[in-house]
Every structure is written in C-alpha cells, then in structure tokens.
C-alpha cells in the first residue's frame, strides 16, 4: 500500500507542472522547470526521510525542516528553487536533481571565460568553454555573471564564525599574470574542527606572499568575524606564519606538523644512505605512547645521532618538541590532528582544478575559483559524518 501511495504521489508531481504552462504558455518554461525540479526534490526527500510529509512509520529516518532558497542559472534563464531541508541523524542533498558542484564549474568556467578575453588564453580554450556551457561566452555575459558570483563568494568570505577549538592552517602558491609579469601568489587557507566534531573552512586570502604581514591579517580578519574559543592549533614551521600566530593567538598551544618535521631533518642528514634510517628513528618517537614516552625515545635518538650527525642532533633537540603538543589531546583525536594532512588533501584538490588554469589573468580571478571550490569542500564536510568525536571522554595517556 505504502508503495502504491508513492506512486500516486509521484504521479501527481506532474499536475502543478502542466496546469502552469497550460496557463501560462510556453513563456513560462523557467517557471515551470522550477515546478518540477521543486517537486522532483520533495519526492526525494521523502524518499530519504522513508516517509511521507506527516506520515507516522517506524521507518522513518527523520523529519522535513523547511526549505533553503537558490537561484539556478539556466539556458531558459534563472530557475528559483526551494531546496528541502532535514533535520535529524540523516545526511541529505537533493543529488539527483542538482550537483554540489555547480558552483565551482561555473567559477572555473567564468575564470577561464576572462583569460579569453585578456588575450592570454590557449588555443582550445573557445572549444573547452563550450563543452562546458554549451554556448560561446561573451565579455558582457561574463561581465554580468562574475559581479554576481563575487558578491556571493563575497558573503562567504566574510560570514559569521563561532567555536572552533582545533584550527589548522596552511598555504600553496599560484601562478598570476600582474603588470605584464607572472608571479607567485600564496593562497593562505583555515580549515576547523567545530564543537561538533566537523570539519569546516574558515577562511581564504591571497596574498604576494607567507609574510608575517599577509598571515597577521588574515588571522585577525577569522577572529573579527567570531572566530573563538581556539584551543590548538596545526601547522608547519614556516617563519611568517610562526609569527602572525605568535602575535594574534599567542595563548594557544601550537603543533608543529609532524609530516613537515620529518621532512625538515633530511636536511641535516649528512649522508644520504642514512636519510632512511633517520625517518624510522623520527617516526618511532612520533609513535610513542604519551609524551613522557615521547621525550625518552627523543633523548636516545640524539644520543644515537651525536657522534656521526651532531647537526642533525642539534636539530632534534631543539625542533622535534615542537610535535609533541598533540599528546594534550584526548588519545582518540591523536593521529588525525598531529599533521596537517587534512589541510594537505585538500590542497591537493585544488591543485587538481586549478592546473587546467596554469596563469590566473588576476589574483580576483585567482580567488574566484579557489573560493568556489572551498565552499563546496566546505559544505560537503558539513553534511557529512563527524571527523572527531567532540564528546568523547578518552583523556590523554
């Protein structure tokens, strides 16, 4: 019977779409597009929840909470939608009907729709822009469609904060195209571990470089916007970041990445058939069992090293402390948040996207499409399942 009732259901999905354009005519087609998609995803919300609107059944895996208003841009021109909303133990993303990727596609398309108007674009790059819209973009439609997507991406960059104890932070750098020269531009990134144990980013800038100046203001920019209740803090050694953290969060515990760490000390190996063993001994520390333990296999390994390589037992000494911050938290987020490999993975997504631009006409350009594709990271880690257990009562050992 429940089976049957679906069925009705999804039947009558198509009477509000035919009465529409039976009054209204074919003028009507983004309206009626936007009829159906809505009720397409009313189906398949129900189909989530495995109930009914105001259906009572065992079955049901949580319950409707209301809608989320979007824009679609559309051949037919814009389509506005409701997107439904749950609330409950139940991750939901209309996905049949709408891909989460939407927005970085176009931002990757608009970013290499401006290297075509700037005259620096390859030679297929008509042919790429056309695969992926279907149409020839011209420098008004760019225009037009870019002053809409920055001030959405704009809203984001600047959007309320709140807790966040675990932040991790980092950088990469892009090639950009300013007063007729390439240049390296770092992108500086923060990503959070919330109070419920989800990953979120933060935050981005672009800036010519790490300097201290560009990570300072970047910082007081994440606590202007709420930023709070910061109780760790990853990342690697480098000196400007070292700096801005010092002067903006100087009470926070600081972990050195351990990953960056190993990878530091091989430039003090002094012969390269020792670089091998040199990882194992660095590792075997990093794998103690707390940090007493930690501190033990530290001062054997610089006793090892101090004959053949007094340098790199200078080096351990006054370095590898730095990693043993993470033996404060509780035994249970250890292994994920003694790197900042979250951060890493992520940036090597970006890497993939942003490659097939190789020269941003310009750092807006740049952060366009960085932006983009950080808010759709961003929210898929917001619906997905926890990273850490925030709850948990493990202490450290």
């Not at 809505?38 to 259906?55: D, G, H, T």
């Not at 991750?91 to 700037?118: C, D, H, N, W």
């Not at 750098?173 to 989800?198: F, S």
């Not at 250890?334 to 900042?340: A, F, H, I, N, V």
Request: charged content about 25%; hydrophobic content about 40%.
């Amino acid at each position: 019977m429940a089976h049957q009732i679906e069925n009705l259901n999804e039947a009558n999905t198509l009477n509000p779409v035919v009465q529409h354009l039976l009054e209204n005519g074919m003028d009507s087609l983004a309206e009626t597009f936007g009829i159906l998609l809505n009720q397409a995803m009313l189906i398949e919300r129900s189909r989530a929840l495995k109930a009914q609107p105001y259906e009572r059944t065992e079955a049901r895996q949580g319950y409707a909470n209301g809608f989320k208003d979007k824009t679609l841009n559309t051949r037919l021109g814009a389509v506005a939608l409701n997107i439904p909303q749950v609330r409950g133990n139940l991750s939901f993303y209309p996905a049949s009907v709408l891909e989460k990727g939407q927005r970085s596609e176009q931002a990757l398309t608009l970013s290499m729709a401006e290297m075509y108007i700037s005259g620096v674009s390859t030679r297929k790059v008509t042919t790429v822009l056309e695969s992926l819209c279907g149409l020839e973009i011209s420098s008004s439609q760019v225009s037009t469609a870019t002053a809409k997507l920055d001030a959405q991406l704009e809203i984001w960059r600047n959007r309320p904060l709140g807790l966040c104890p675990y932040v991790l932070l980092d950088a990469r750098y892009e090639k950009v195209r300013q007063g007729g020269h390439v240049t390296d531009n770092a992108v500086l990134i923060a990503i959070a571990v919330d109070q419920e144990g989800k990953r979120t980013v933060l935050g981005v800038s672009v800036g010519m470089s790490e300097a201290e100046v560009n990570w300072r203001d970047f910082l007081n920019s994440l606590i202007q916007r709420g930023m709070r209740g910061v109780s760790y803090i990853v990342s690697d050694n480098h000196c400007g970041l070292k700096a801005a953290r010092k002067a903006c969060l100087p009470t926070v515990p600081w972990q050195r990445c351990q990953f960056h760490a190993q990878q530091n000390a091989q430039a003090f190996v002094p012969r390269i058939e020792m670089r091998a063993q040199v990882a194992l001994d660095i590792r075997a520390i990093f794998n103690a069992s707390d940090l007493s333990d930690a501190q033990q296999r530290l001062k054997d390994t610089i006793k090892k090293y101090e004959t053949n390589a007094p340098k790199l037992a200078d080096w351990m000494e006054q370095n590898l402390p730095e990693c043993f911050t993470v033996f404060m938290l509780p035994v249970t987020h250890q292994r994920r948040m003694r790197t900042s490999n979250a951060i890493e993975r992520l940036n090597q997504e970006l890497k993939r996207r942003t490659r097939v631009i190789r020269i941003f006409p310009n750092v807006q350009s740049l952060l366009r499409l960085i932006t983009a594709l950080l808010i759709d990271k961003s929210e898929q880690w917001e619906t997905d399942k926890i990273y850490l257990n925030m709850k948990s009562d493990s202490k450290p050992l």
